[in-house]
């Protein structure tokens, strides 16, 4: 069965500091991977998602940057936090033709910037 | 634009009873649109996927209906119990796919005794 392994699950960084986030999913190739944030009572925001190595789609804006060095492995990552990069962050993998595209969660990473 | 408006306050209903949740959409025109569950300080999980030439979808106590010429699901869940207590999330995917979903921000299901 496919699992989906992402960490830490929580983390208080100061600003200006950088940030990696892991994510990997075992049991599938060829997955699209995905970074959300949600800000606390509010929507899924998708940051980047990929459908295979090296491609990365952002979705807005920002002050991070994703990569996937290989199949099932998917990092976030910012070379300087700002407070607003605050929130819980999200790891999901999906397969097209699998799977219609159900998305599959990891655990979340709480992100506190102080 | 495009939107996806589920109700924002929460919905506080009695156990036993049924709960009816509601998404509405504009500007898609959605081939799927799912179902998903999130408990506080988890990421959602899968409950239900509904096509677009489907009208309704069960899944033991969870129904789904899907009206494209509203633009509307909706999402029942009967003898609710108090461990259905959490946010129910819809999420479309455009025709064309894409290989993406947006989420609605979801609606709080509180289910008393």
């Known amino acids: 069965s496919q699992t989906i392994h992402q960490w830490p699950a929580t983390l208080v960084q100061p600003v200006g500091s950088p940030l990696s986030l892991e994510c990997t999913v075992e049991g599938t190739s060829n997955p699209n991977l995905y970074w959300y944030r949600q800000a606390a009572g509010r929507g899924l925001q998708l940051l980047f998602y990929?459908?295979?190595?090296?491609?990365i789609s952002s979705e807005v804006p920002q002050n991070l940057s994703a990569s996937r060095p290989q199949d099932r492995q998917f990092i976030l990552s910012s070379k300087k936090l700002l407070l607003s990069d605050s929130g819980f962050y999200l790891c999901a993998w999906s397969h097209s033709v699998l799977a219609k595209n159900i998305q599959y969660f990891g655990a979340g990473t709480r992100l506190s910037v102080l | 634009s495009q939107k996806i408006e589920q109700n924002s306050e929460a919905l506080n209903i009695q156990e036993g009873k049924t709960a009816t949740l509601t998404c509405n959409y504009t500007?898609?025109?959605?081939?799927?649109l799912q179902w998903y569950r999130q408990d506080p300080g988890r990421g959602p999980v899968f409950l239900l996927l509904?096509?677009?030439?489907?009208k309704e979808k069960r899944k033991e106590r969870l129904k789904v209906t899907f009206d494209t010429t509203l633009k509307q699901s909706l999402f029942h869940i009967t003898a609710s119990q108090p461990a259905d207590s959490a946010t129910y999330l819809c999420a479309l995917e455009p025709t064309g796919g894409g290989n993406k979903l947006t989420f609605g921000t979801g609606t709080q299901l509180k289910v008393e005794l």
């Open positions: 509904i096509r677009e030439n489907e």
């Open positions: 990929s459908v295979g190595i090296g491609q």
């Open positions: 500007n898609y025109s959605p081939a799927y």
